[in-house]
């Protein structure tokens, strides 16, 4: 089957660095993608990444490598505003570009 | 920002009751999908449309039907609700460019099925 594993919740320090993790199994590739999601609010896109490599957008990194089926999200200088949920999602083998979900990393911020 | 509102924004209603959720877009996206999220659980499918009068399952559409008569709106019904539609609803647009299928979702629909 299908199947996309993050950690449950993370803690970190307001000023650290934190790397979320994400390991997928699907049925096909076609790009994999990090929402951010506040309490009580709607996912927002973060990144997207579709070849090997780092992506950099600000303090938010998105890393990728198809042949361990894995990525992480890297987010630098924590900010208390950076208290959310870190959903995964994999684009699959499928002609309707239908997203394959992971649960999402709760990631609670520290002072 | 993508012009995505979703009513109503919360609702409570009773078991075997009919309850319509409606997502209205002003961006002439072509794709339009409903999720629901639960704890634990990814955001999961319950149908998605690709153009007017043309939708589709996703993986949990038992129990849901949808309609898509103009492209700015799109309905999700629940026939019959039960306790285990109880959930967070949340509409959602795209419109495929370069190949990166992003999605934006609108605030979301609260329901409680008592």
């Known amino acids: 089957g299908q199947n996309i594993d993050q950690p449950t919740e993370m803690t970190a320090t307001e000023g650290a660095i934190v790397q979320i993790n994400c390991t997928y199994q699907t049925s096909g590739f076609n790009g994999l993608f990090w929402y951010q999601q506040h309490a009580g609010e709607a996912p927002t896109f973060l990144s997207y990444?579709?070849l090997d490599g780092l992506e950099e957008k600000g303090r938010f990194s998105s890393f990728l490598s198809r042949s361990k089926g894995y990525s992480y999200l890297l987010l630098k200088e924590l900010q208390m505003k950076d208290s959310a949920s870190y959903l995964c999602a994999v684009h699959g083998e499928d002609s309707n570009y239908q997203l394959i979900w992971g649960a999402g990393t709760k990631l609670i911020i520290k002072p | 920002d993508a012009g995505i509102t979703q009513s109503p924004r919360h609702k409570v209603t009773e078991t075997g009751t009919p309850v319509t959720l409606r997502c209205h877009q002003t961006e002439n996206h072509r794709y339009m999908y409903w999720y629901r999220q639960d704890p634990g659980h990814g955001l999961r499918l319950i149908h998605y449309?690709?153009?007017?009068?043309?939708?589709d399952k996703g993986e949990v559409s038992d129990g849901y039907s949808v309609s898509r008569s103009k492209t700015e709106d799109f309905l999700l019904t629940l026939e019959s609700a039960t306790s285990s539609q109880t959930s967070v609803y949340f509409c959602a647009i795209s419109e495929m460019d370069s190949g990166a299928n992003v999605l934006t979702f609108g605030a979301g629909s609260r329901l409680t099925v008592l």
């Open positions: 449309s690709y153009g007017v009068k043309d939708t």
């Open positions: 990444n579709v």
